[in-house]
């Protein structure tokens, strides 16, 4: 890898570890809330957001999302850290799990746009990190 593409895997490699440290940072929390609280009445949540959705209340979407966006998350972040030969896949992946999360909550008419918005902006942040720092580490960029 030359120094331009060192310099760029390097910076879109430290742009993925703080959207994960942040994506797993503010996932945990919500989703600790959603399970000690599965009414969601804590978190200002009205069971009658989940009425287009299969679930009765925020026990199951609070473990989902504790596991696939915070734990997920904090343990790329970490891998990412190590410098794991799976990197940059973990930085894509955890940016299209995101993506996915987010499509699935507008489908089912769970779409809150002070939330959903600037997550879509991490999730393609993420999608985007992974490819250049694929790119980067092939040569192409």
């Known amino acids: 890898m030359n120094s331009n593409n060192n ?3 390097k910076r879109a490699r430290t742009t993925a570890l703080v959207l994960l440290f942040f994506l797993g940072l503010s996932a945990l929390p919500a989703s600790i809330f959603m399970m000690v609280d599965p009414s969601g009445m804590k978190m200002g949540l009205p069971p009658e957001m989940l ?3 299969p679930f009765r209340d925020f026990l199951f979407p609070g473990i989902l999302l504790g596991f696939f966006n915070g734990i997920l998350s904090l343990l790329f972040a970490i891998l990412v850290i190590k410098k794991h030969r799976l990197q940059v896949w973990m930085v894509f992946f955890q940016g299209g799990v995101l993506m996915t999360w987010l499509t699935v909550e507008v489908i089912m008419d769970l779409y809150y ?3 959903t918005l600037p997550y879509y902006l991490v999730a393609t942040l993420l999608l985007s990190c992974g490819l250049l720092m694929n790119l980067s580490k092939s ?3």
Do not use: R
């Open 139 to 141: 040569g192409l960029s």
């Open 113 to 115: 746009a002070p939330l």
């Open 7 to 9: 310099k760029h895997f």
């Open 51 to 53: 009425d287009q959705t």
